[in-house]
């Protein structure tokens, strides 16, 4: 069991560890502290949503979903990114970032969550990371085994989702400079624009 258990942690962790178009937008709100504890928690109950879903058979289904309708799901994903790409570098771009940061237009929960829900759901790699590969991988492990393996894939979301948010926070004395945030919104911006042309040319769109 435990080691069913690790593998399920460690697997989970080295899909969810790169930065993305989600873990960028963790970052920025853990950074300004808005609703730190229910981004997180999104986050982290989406993967295991996902990650159950797959584990109890349906990521067969899913499979050959993702492979009839992928270039409309990397297109779609792909022009939304770029939006928000753009938004970023708009930021960027203006004069009274310092101002800007310091009053921080203030999203409702709903609102950020929403934005939240399409980095998630609209990205293919989180169907072929939480359901296709966890679902197959725990196909290996029978009863008790697959559940402590489901526990470790899960708890690795918590842990790591939790962490990216709340850790943010220590980066929050070093961006009290504009030039700190136009750095971030830059790089984010740039996140955001390669994984869309990857995106793009995965769906055969570029």
Known sequence: MISAFLTGFFLGISLIVAIGAQNAFILRQGIIGQHVFYVALFCALSDVFLICIGIVGISFFLNNFISQFSDFLFGFSALWLLGYGVLRLKTVLKCDTTLEIETSISRGLAPTLSILAILTFANPHVYLDTMVLIGSVSQQFYENDKISFALGASLASFVFFFSLAYGA??????????????????LIALIMFTIAIKLAYAGNWL
């Open 169 to 186: 926070k220590l980066l929050a004395p070093k961006m009290q400079s504009p030039s700190s945030w136009r750095i971030l919104d830059f």
